[in-house]
């Protein structure tokens, strides 16, 4: 296939209407397969992910949780992945997350690179099954009912040169992942949630509220934002 569809992504949060989502990593959240089309960002066009690894990598977090729901012990990395595919064991971070009937069952991800994207994969997928705590663990019987996403990240970089009187706008234009600092706190949110929050004022605010900031953080002038971008690979479409 050509150029990877690339989608800008979010990390997820808990809407004050209730409404839960992904949960990033915090600093002091089988159908025919599919990616995701909308939200196109240029951030991670030097990464790309064939059908055949987007397959693999899919079954990689889909045997990993139940692998571990089923006997408890994290199975290995398959080796031959990394063999015909080195580039997928670079430092790369990812987000996993579990859907049962289009709810969201689980999701833990990872915003830097600190791992191999296969160990990251592995890892994050029994954390979203067993260690999302505002969930219960998942159970043997769930298995069959669950579908999975993944949502591989670029590194977040700086946003600059955009003031605060045009972010607005500037997100609604290109809706990445967004990361927001302040006072010690930070937050984010993976792409999909722009479908979730189209309109840009509410997206900054629920992400200024899932830090437990005011919601117009974002607002402040000693406010930090990064942005980033990813590929999004999924056993079922949403909706």
């Not at 669950?146 to 990240?153: G, M, P, Q, T, V």
Request: glycine share 8%; with cysteine.
């Amino acid at each position: 296939m050509g150029r990877v569809q690339l989608k800008v992504v979010a990390a997820v949060v808990h809407l004050a209407a209730g409404r839960p989502w992904c949960e990033g990593e915090r600093a002091g959240g089988s159908g025919d397969l599919a990616t995701d089309s909308g939200y196109v960002s240029p951030v991670a066009a030097d990464f790309q992910v064939g059908p055949e690894e987007k397959t693999a990598l899919l079954r990689l977090a889909r045997n990993s949780v139940e692998t571990f729901v089923r006997t408890g012990t994290n199975p290995p990395v398959p080796e031959e992945l990394a063999k015909r595919w080195p580039h997928l064991n670079a430092p790369r971070a990812c987000f996993v997350t579990l859907r049962v009937h289009g709810e969201l069952r689980g999701c833990i991800g990872s915003l830097e690179p600190r791992r191999p994207l296969l160990e990251d994969i592995r890892s994050n997928a029994v954390s979203a099954a067993v260690h999302d705590t505002r969930f219960h663990p998942v159970s043997a019987g769930e298995l069959g009912e669950i579908d999975y996403e993944i949502s591989i990240l670029d590194v977040p970089r700086p946003l600059q040169g955009v003031p605060v009187a045009e972010l607005p706008a500037w997100l609604g234009q290109h809706k990445p992942g967004l990361i927001i600092e302040y006072r010690g706190r930070r937050s984010t949110f993976l792409p999909s949630v722009w479908e979730d929050l189209p309109e840009p004022l509410a997206f900054l605010e629920h992400l200024c509220r899932k830090q437990g900031s005011p919601a117009d953080c974002w607002r402040d002038p000693s406010t930090r934002m990064s942005v980033y971008g990813s590929i999004k690979i999924a056993e079922k479409e949403r909706g």
